[in-house]
């Protein structure tokens, strides 16, 4: 039976580690370096997304082409870095890893960061609202006391203030964020950047 748990254990252990891997054995073994550095500098991946690519392929006994990886990267961070991405990232709530340089660099970071301000807010005001809909199922179920009624009503009414004070927040955030886009547009055309 120990025997039985350590073989499951170590298979276990496999297919994780397997699942962790980068690339497959087939994008290995194709070596489309150019291809695989595009689309993680189009995803916005950090530079040292390579040595991961580098350690899933030596399991296979390939290695990877830095040179084209890098071409392909530093292609595929021209299209990831621009502000209506940094917008629509940042909204969505994922993570910025500091890949856009210079001056592009500075405004996608700051539009980025105003798009998360969005998506915190509406993932606040998401929780709210589930919250407001579990008071109210709750004053619904069974037959409360006057007293639950009351008490619960009470709580729905500082809940949907505190809603409608969040609510003013997330368009006030929005306002801001959509400023803040056109300030940067602006500052980078002055300077000639393309954004």
């Given at each position: 039976m120990q025997r039985l748990l350590i073989v499951c254990a170590a298979l276990f252990a496999?297919?994780?580690?397997?699942?962790?891997?980068?690339?497959?054995?087939?994008?290995?073994?194709?070596?489309?370096?150019?291809?695989?550095?595009?689309?993680?500098?189009?995803?916005?991946?950090?530079?040292?997304?390579?040595?991961?690519?580098?350690?899933?392929?030596?399991?296979?006994?390939?290695?990877?082409?830095?040179?084209?990886?890098?071409?392909?990267?530093?292609?595929?961070?021209?299209?990831?870095?621009?502000?209506?991405?940094?917008?629509?990232?940042?909204?969505?709530?994922?993570?910025?890893f500091g890949v856009c340089e210079g001056e592009l660099g500075v405004a996608f970071a700051r539009v980025h960061a105003a798009g998360r301000e969005v998506f915190n807010l509406e993932a606040e005001l998401n929780s709210l609202d589930s919250e407001i809909d579990a008071k109210l199922a709750e004053l619904r179920r069974g037959d409360p006391t006057p007293e639950q009624v009351a008490a619960l009503t009470r709580e729905l009414t500082i809940l949907q203030t505190e809603r409608r004070v969040l609510e003013l927040r997330v368009r006030s955030a929005d306002q801001s964020l959509s400023a803040l886009r056109r300030q940067e547009e602006n500052r980078l055309s002055q300077v000639g950047i393309a954004y």
């Open positions: 496999a297919l994780l580690l397997a699942s962790c891997a980068t690339l497959s054995q087939e994008q290995c073994e194709a070596g489309d370096w150019r291809a695989i550095g595009f689309n993680d500098g189009a995803d916005g991946r950090p530079a040292d997304r390579i040595s991961s690519h580098a350690e899933a392929c030596s399991e296979y006994g390939i290695s990877v082409d830095n040179a084209l990886y890098q071409t392909g990267r530093t292609e595929g961070l021209r299209v990831y870095c621009r502000l209506s991405n940094a917008e629509r990232k940042g909204r969505s709530g994922e993570r910025y």
